[in-house]
């Protein structure tokens, strides 16, 4: 089975760049892999949803989610231990667009913090979520280009952050439900 998914990831990422690079998509890639521009438009998106009161729980549920989702990813990539791409093509580290740990590919936490990013904002405003699959999409294609993640780690990463960041918001609902009940009996 890991020899079919191995089969089809390699012949994805040649067919990428089949197409060959330029120069524009390079430096958009780069920007778009920093990995604090996805925590960092997330920690934003919280600071300014706690600033208003009735959206303050968004700001805790975004924050939640990336922590247990990120956590999932970083206890699977160390039992993985996945080689990157660019370890396999027999790149070196040094010829890279952007630095990443050469085994640890599996499963791609931008693509987690992205899609799990995504999913808190659709599931409390609807008409973000075509928006934040395609960015989210940009996001993890942008790891495949850059030779830093196999599409089945990004594809990996985007069901770690959707399915547990809905456990997660079920989870706070119910809990944050709980505690609304115990603020109506004390008064």
């Known amino acids: 089975m890991f020899d ?3 089969f089809i ?15 524009i998509l390079d430096i958009v890639t780069v920007l778009l892999s920093y990995t604090g521009t996805i925590r960092l438009a997330a920690i934003i998106l919280s600071v300014y949803f706690f600033i208003r009161p009735e959206t303050r729980k968004i700001s ?13 990813v970083f206890i699977l990539k160390h039992m993985v231990d996945r080689p990157r791409p660019y370890i396999w093509l027999g790149i070196p580290e040094v010829e890279m667009l952007v630095n ?5 590919s599996f499963p791609s ?7 799990s990013t995504m999913m808190v904002l659709a599931w409390y405003f609807r ?9 989210a999409i940009v996001v993890a294609t942008a790891r495949v280009y850059l030779l830093v993640h196999y599409p089945s780690d990004i594809f990996a990463g985007a069901v770690i952050g959707i399915v547990f960041s809905i456990v997660f918001i079920l989870i706070f609902e119910h809990f944050w439900k709980e505690k609304q009940k115990e603020k109506e009996t004390d008064f």
């Open 4 to 6: 079919i998914i191995q």
């Open 9 to 23: 990831d390699q012949s994805i990422i040649f067919w990428i760049y089949s197409w060959g690079g330029t120069q």
């Open 60 to 72: 805790y549920v975004i924050i939640g989610a990336l922590i247990f989702t990120n956590a999932i």
């Open 100 to 104: 990443s740990s050469p085994y640890t």
């Open 109 to 115: 936490g931008h693509s987690v913090s992205a899609f």
């Open 127 to 135: 008409k973000l979520l075509i928006p934040g699959i395609a960015a």
